[in-house]
């Protein structure tokens, strides 16, 4: 038995090396391999029950799957943090506080009951109130969470379009602002150069494609007595969804490295990715941009509660040379299917 185990175990390797290698990859490319960023997560879960199994059992087959995570070394660097705030004089006198938060247009605070629905209002506002951050990226925008933001009284200065799910909203005076066109209205892209502290600061709000794959994973989950054959019909209709997906996301991170590329001013981009750290959205975007969670968060930072929870897909990143980031927070809410983030950073002028 124990050396049936060992046999796959020797496979499981295997399998775990080649997804190493091939996270990341153009999705145009290699559609099929992107999808293996999804379950980055679950093999570091399973290597780590094989070293404990063979612990208990053997100890000299420990060596595979501890050799299998140190092969992945890089990946899970980018699942886990160990920061810390950092201590900078300049955290303390000069930070500014940035939150990326896709509210889902705010869809949980409506209520049949309009006193509910009231109460409901009073405890985000009140929310956004206590955090109180200098620059707020939403996505998922709309006229109902619009209208709620506006009455925080917070931000004199604001960027949303009609028709467009992402905006900005500043106690900066905005400078100039536009539109990153992806040709979609739910998904989209919003900048604006903003004056903090004399100096000037280009901020994104993205939004990039969604999978769309909610009504597949509920299909697949919760339907004890559907057939195999329909099960497997209805995976294939949510690979499918994700390789046309994926493909888009891709061009649309091209587009936003494209047009920071031209900012003359520190960027700071924040939104919900859509993908996780091991994408080739990520790594493209994060190329020259320092992720605030593995600079100084803490755990897992999971950001996404929704269908597929326990992931990471929201995420501020800024210019390594220009940004430099004092804290990460997660905050727990109840308020949408993701749960905001919350940075302070400076401005290396």
């Given amino acids: 038995m124990l050396r049936f185990l060992l046999s796959v175990n020797i496979v499981w390797s295997v399998l775990c090396v080649i997804c190493y290698f091939i996270v990341g990859l153009d999705p145009a490319r290699f559609w099929l391999f992107s999808i293996s960023s999804l379950f980055i997560p679950a093999l570091f879960l399973i290597n780590i029950l094989f070293v404990l199994f063979w612990v208990v059992f053997q100890i000299k087959n420990s060596w595979l799957p501890i050799l299998t995570l140190f092969i992945g070394w890089t990946c899970w660097q980018k699942m886990f943090a160990f920061g810390e705030e950092s201590s900078n004089k300049k955290c303390k006198q000069e930070a500014i506080s940035v939150m990326s938060y896709n509210v889902y247009g705010l869809k949980q605070l409506k209520d049949t009951s309009s006193s509910k629905m009231q109460i409901k209002k009073a405890k985000f506002t009140a929310f956004i109130r206590e955090h109180e951050p200098d620059i707020l990226c939403v996505q998922e925008n709309n006229f109902f969470s619009d209208d709620i933001i506006n009455k925080t009284g917070l931000y004199p200065y604001f960027h949303y379009l009609i028709q467009h799910g992402a905006a900005i909203?500043?106690?900066?005076?905005?400078?100039?602002?536009?539109?990153?066109?992806?040709?979609?209205?739910?998904?989209?892209?919003?900048?604006?150069?903003?004056?903090?502290?004399?100096?000037?600061?280009?901020?994104?709000?993205?939004?990039?494609?969604?999978?769309?794959?909610?009504?597949?994973?509920?299909?697949?989950?919760?339907?004890?007595?559907?057939?195999?054959?329909?099960?497997?019909?209805?995976?294939?209709?949510?690979?499918?969804?994700?390789?046309?997906?994926?493909?888009?996301?891709?061009?649309?991170?091209?587009?936003?490295?494209?047009?920071?590329?031209?900012?003359?001013?520190?960027?700071?981009?924040?939104?919900d990715f859509n993908d996780t750290p091991f994408s080739y959205s990520y790594k493209l975007l994060v190329q020259g941009r320092t992720d605030s969670f593995l600079k100084c968060g803490n755990g897992l930072g999971t950001t996404y509660i929704g269908a597929l929870p326990g992931l990471r897909i929201d995420f501020i990143i800024g210019d390594t040379d220009k940004v430099q980031f004092c804290t990460h927070r997660v905050l727990h809410t109840s308020y949408s299917d993701h749960n905001p983030i919350l940075v302070k950073s400076f401005i290396k002028w």
Avoid at 187 to 206: A, F, H, I, P, T
Avoid at 210 to 233: G, P
Avoid at 237 to 262: C, D, G, P, W
Wanted: a positive charge.
């Fill in 169 to 271: 909203y500043s106690r900066f005076p905005i400078l100039d602002k536009g539109l990153v066109e992806f040709g979609t209205k739910t998904n989209s892209c919003l900048w604006v150069d903003l004056l903090v502290q004399g100096r000037k600061l280009r901020v994104y709000s993205v939004h990039l494609q969604s999978n769309r794959i909610a009504k597949e994973l509920e299909q697949i989950t919760d339907d004890e007595d559907d057939k195999n054959s329909e099960k497997i019909s209805t995976l294939r209709k949510m690979f499918r969804k994700y390789k046309n997906t994926a493909i888009v996301r891709s061009k649309q991170a091209r587009m936003l490295k494209e047009h920071a590329a031209q900012s003359p001013y520190p960027c700071l981009i924040a939104g």
